[in-house]
Every structure is written in structure tokens, then in C-alpha cells.
């Protein structure tokens, strides 16, 4: 992933770029956010629009309007350390020290496997949907739907969410949006 710097005279944009939809976590972590959710009754950001069909494929707890981060005083590890101007090799080796201690989104990122995949939608909100339309959208776009939904469910089972992939007899109440369709952030 290219970052770019966003930082205006030496403080963060909050452009929200860096706000990724599956970032790593401990069960410490998710443990505290689950508390801060509930005491201020934190909603998630809808990160799809079913009118332009398009996927923002960002964190749910990035408020693109407010430019803000719904969690900020519990936001994990791997948010508090980033800075958009570091190395990419200071933020590469930073990735793999938060990926080891992660419970859910554990990467092991030499073999580029991930197990317990999820989103913070997924986790927080029981919606497994942001994370099955970015998988989805990624499948070649010739490939016939019945062979998406067998290949989505093999994804789904090999990082670790073989609960979601036999349930996977489609709970996508939308029409799946293309790879190209996919925005990493709002206009």
C-alpha cells in the first residue's frame, strides 16, 4: 500500500486515508472499544451507498463529514502509532510488531495470510457485509456468480471465518459493486 503524506503544516488532515476497514487488534483492545461504544453510544459510519453502488473501503468509526474518529480516545494500537510521514520502512516494520500481538486480523505478513479476519463493522455491529463485498469485489469480474460465491466461501474459510462462509447463502442485500467501483474514500 502506497501512503502518501497528508499532513498539513505538521499536523494530520484526518483525509481519513490511513482509516483502513480491517486493521489489527488485541482482545484487550477490542475489549476496551466494545466499553467505549456502549458508555457513548457510538453508531458506525456507513461505508456503503447502495444508490451509487459504491464501497468506501475505510473504517466504519471514521466520520468522513466530522473528520473525525468516532473511537479516537480508544482507537488501537496500530492508529495511535501511525504517522503518514514515516519510512515505509519504519511503518512496514511497525505493521509486523502490531500484526504479532493481534488476536483479530493477525497477519503473518512473510506468507501474507491473515487469520481471523474481520472488519470493525463485523466485529462491533454483527455485519459481516463491508468485508464480503471488498472480498467479493476482488474476484475477477468474468468469473461466473456461482463460482464467486464457492471462491468467497473458500476466503472466507481459509482466514479463519468458516463460521460466515456456511452461512454465506447470500445476506448481501445489494447489488455487489465492481473492483472499480471501490473508493477508498469519499469525493
Not at 41 to 50: A, C, D, F, T, V
Not at 101 to 118: E, I, P
Amino acid at each position: 500500500m502506497e501512503i502518501s503524506n497528508n499532513y498539513c503544516n505538521g499536523e494530520c488532515s484526518r483525509c481519513g486515508e490511513c482509516c483502513a476497514i480491517g486493521l489489527p487488534i488485541t482482545r484487550k483492545e477490542e475489549k476496551e472499544i466494545r466499553k467505549y461504544i456502549k458508555k457513548n453510544n457510538i453508531k458506525k459510519q456507513e461505508i456503503y451507498n447502495p444508490i451509487t453502488n459504491t464501497l468506501f473501503a475505510r473504517c466504519c468509526f471514521y466520520n468522513p463529514k466530522k473528520k473525525i474518529c468516532e473511537i479516537y480516545p480508544v482507537r488501537p494500537e496500530i492508529c495511535r502509532k501511525f504517522c503518514c510521514t514515516q519510512s515505509q520502512e519504519d511503518i512496514q516494520k511497525q505493521k509486523a510488531a502490531i500484526h504479532a500481538k493481534a488476536y483479530w486480523n493477525h497477519a503473518d505478513l512473510g506468507s501474507q495470510m491473515v487469520t481471523n479476519m474481520t472488519t470493525f463493522d463485523w466485529l462491533f455491529y454483527d455485519d459481516p457485509e463491508p468485508l464480503i463485498r471488498l472480498m467479493y469485489a476482488h474476484l475477477p469480474e468474468n468469473m461466473p456468480d456461482n463460482e464467486k460465491m464457492m471462491a468467497l466461501k473458500q476466503y472466507l474459510t481459509m482466514y479463519g471465518r468458516k463460521d460466515i462462509a456456511d452461512t454465506i447463502e447470500v445476506k448481501i442485500k445489494h447489488k455487489i459493486p465492481k473492483k472499480s467501483e471501490i473508493e477508498k474514500r469519499d469525493e
